[in-house]
């Protein structure tokens, strides 16, 4: 190189001098000099994409998963008979089950209208607008709030998708009572989204008005009414579908494929976990100003409940009560346990122990804010272990722990491999797999599923920040749940959460609520099918 | 600028082509490896974009034809600009090309201290970064070009 060097300043010279004797062979030399820099590149990303090729047939021949995104939502149920539907409730989750059927309030859908204008990130608008057409019709609305129910009515009114000032249908009947409603002729199926200690009544009572059902989680808000649900509904004939949304999860669907294929192995473990850390993530849910009893139909909302005197709190923030609400466990544990049964087919556990307390939100309320049940499962071999706090955000994600890798899940999922497996072991020796790359992954929406995605998209994915779009339409799963309920009721057919799901959600979030307040390991009689 | 480099000693010849080597290495390496991942999308990294330009890179993210272009002109950009310097071929306009690049990524990822990314660096920054450092390597390579000396460019610009 130093001869080189020390060459170059005469070169520099010897072409300036031959400048204008054209084009020398010295010239041409220096011209192409670099080229094998050209090929030593080329060759070293050649030789890395050769390598990444091989990782990943060989790991598809070990794996045998498919990368395809799972076929769900894509089914078209619009033709058919219009569906006429009922919906009692019109809170919080009353207002999302509308919209996800198509039906907005024009203020709301105003709100979104300018937030878009402002914010063009803003897609809630446009999505809203996207959203497939259920080709349903609200003919009746029931609450006993009677601003909630106005809102109902013109939610429900709202057929174009329009904001204030644009031309809405004719408003659905108001119903003062949800049993008159259940007797109406003109409506076929009905969406229930109240309380939950009102959940299991209406149900029952659907059925039996051979209503077809779409009731909010859980199923029930005590042990007796559980069975009652499942007698009434199979008797019935009714198409049920409970109101777990997380069916429609890609991830969850692509998991349980992984599963099926044993990619974990032998199973012992399962972490679930509720991480939320705000009033609204707590139950302590806005009074509105409106609200006073004559307004309110207290009677029919304490119904099966204790009697208690009129309370805005109570009537509002229902969920941090025994009285009205299933607590953590019905909440936000079925959640959990749903996806979980949906993934593994783990059905109810053997027993339950469950401990927590008030820790944090020490405002009156009765049911905990902090919370630990595990659930045996002796006849699968593992634990699950659901774990909870109101007043902590760290996201801590379902972890499905086997001897041969461990499964991360949430909106995107990952097969990690573990060091120590057996099936993996020759493959670990052989570079083909590295602990702490996964060996599978799968992202929502992603074009490119590979069991090699780069370090950095991993990155992104699992906050949420890539992929949120599936066919350039964000996915609300609660669209797609209520879509495939309707379109089990047009079929004849069973939808994905139906009675026998729901059943075993009951039980299960039952079996935790008792093990806290009796402070005891309950079991769940499988012979006789009672909880002891 | 001949003049310039007639006066450069055979040494600093010799470490300012290495250096255009090794920046067109590494941007032609970068392109090449994105090539090749065809699933590779710029999405994510303009999400993450931080700081006051913000909003003007995550709108490329935000719709799927303008991001199809951003990724496109990102992977043969990196690309061309490597291959005009390592062969030292019409290096200026690799050269200026380059340190719009550059600075695109810097201004997308700007290393201020209120900033936090999702992808982790591997060092400290405080509004020195690498990809200041090569943007500023690459603006001493324009003030001092040797792709007249070795390089394509010896032959193209030959009169």
């Not at chain 2, 999308?41 to 974009?49: I, Q």
Request: charge should be neutral.
């Amino acid at each position: 190189m130093a001869t080189d060097n020390n060459n170059n300043k005469n070169n520099q010279d010897k072409t300036n001098n031959t400048s204008k004797k054209g084009v020398t062979r010295r010239d041409v030399l220096k011209g192409i000099a670099t080229i094998p820099v050209v090929g030593g590149a080329l060759y070293g990303a050649l030789k890395r994409h050769q390598y990444d090729n091989l990782v990943k047939s060989k790991l598809a021949e070990e794996l045998q998963m498919s990368y395809e995104a799972p076929d769900i939502g894509e089914r078209n149920t619009s033709d058919g008979p219009t569906i006429r539907l009922g919906i009692i409730g019109f809170g919080i989750r009353g207002n999302h089950l509308l919209r996800a059927t198509g039906y907005m309030h024009p203020e709301d859908v105003e709100d979104w209208k300018k937030a878009a204008a402002v914010d063009s990130y803003d897609k809630r608008y446009h999505d809203f607008l996207m959203q497939d057409d259920l080709n349903v019709v609200i003919n009746g609305v029931c609450d006993i709030f009677d601003v909630y129910a106005d809102r109902a009515q013109r939610a429900a009114a709202n057929i174009n998708r329009e904001s204030v000032e644009g031309k809405m249908g004719p408003a659905p009947r108001r119903y003062k009572n949800y049993k008159d409603l259940l007797a109406a002729d003109d409506i076929d199926a009905v969406i229930i989204a109240t309380p939950d200690h009102w959940h299991g009544t209406m149900a029952i009572d659907a059925a039996r008005h051979g209503k077809h059902v779409y009731l909010e989680k859980p199923m029930t808000w005590t042990v007796e009414e559980t069975y009652e649900v499942r007698k009434a509904v199979k008797d019935s004939g009714i198409i049920f579908q409970l109101g777990h949304q997380g069916r429609q999860t890609e991830s969850y669907i692509k998991a349980k494929e992984a599963i099926d294929k044993n990619l974990l192995g032998k199973i012992s473990l399962i972490e679930v976990a509720t991480n939320r850390n705000s009033p609204n993530g707590a139950w302590v849910y806005p009074i509105h100003p409106e609200a006073s009893p004559q307004t309110i139909d207290w009677k029919q909302f304490i119904g099966p409940a204790p009697s208690h005197p009129f309370n805005l709190e109570r009537f509002f923030r229902w969920r941090c009560w025994w009285d009205y609400s299933t607590g953590l466990n019905g909440d936000l544990l079925t959640h959990e346990y749903d996806a979980i049964n949906q993934i593994l087919g783990v059905g109810i556990p053997h027993s339950a122990v469950s401990s927590g307390g008030i820790y944090y939100y020490k405002d009156g309320r009765t049911v905990p804010d902090v919370l630990q049940v595990a659930y045996e499962f002796p006849k699968h071999d593992f634990t699950m272990l659901y774990s909870a706090t109101l007043s902590s955000q760290k996201d801590r994600g379902k972890v499905i722990m086997g001897h041969d890798a461990w499964m991360e899940l949430g909106n995107s999922l990952s097969v990690m491999p573990d060091p120590s497996s057996t099936r993996y072991q020759e493959k670990i020796e052989n570079g083909i797999i590295e602990p702490g790359r996964p060996i599978y992954s799968y992202i929502p929406g992603s074009t490119n599923v590979d069991a090699v995605t780069s370090a950095t998209e991993q990155y992104f994915a699992g906050r949420g920040l890539l992929y949120t779009y599936r066919g350039g339409k964000r996915v609300d799963t609660t669209h797609l749940h209520i879509k495939e309920w309707l379109d089990s009721i047009r079929l004849n057919q069973q939808p994905s959460c139906d009675i026998n799901a729901g059943f075993e959600e009951a039980i299960t979030a039952h079996m935790a609520t008792k093990a806290y307040h009796e402070k005891r390991q309950v079991f769940w009689n499988d012979v006789d099918n009672v909880i002891e | 600028m001949t003049k310039v480099n007639r006066n450069l000693s055979s040494i600093q010849l010799t470490l300012l082509v290495l250096l255009r080597l090794s920046i067109g290495w590494h941007f032609f390496y970068e392109g090449l490896i994105k090539l090749l991942n065809p699933g590779w999308t710029s999405v994510g990294y303009l999400m993450d974009s931080k700081g006051f330009m913000s909003g003007f890179f995550q709108s490329f993210a935000a719709n799927p034809t303008t991001i199809q272009v951003v990724d496109f002109l990102n992977i043969w950009g990196l690309i061309a600009i490597g291959l005009g310097l390592i062969l030292g071929a019409y290096t200026k306009i690799a050269k200026i090309a380059a340190i719009l690049l550059l600075s695109f990524y810097y201004l997308s990822h700007p290393p201020f201290l209120s900033l936090e990314y999702l992808i982790p660096t591997e060092g400290n920054y405080f509004i020195i970064n690498k990809t200041l450092i090569e943007l500023l390597a690459i603006a001493v390579l324009l003030v001092f070009p040797t792709s007249k000396i070795l390089g394509f460019d010896r032959l193209i610009f030959k009169k």
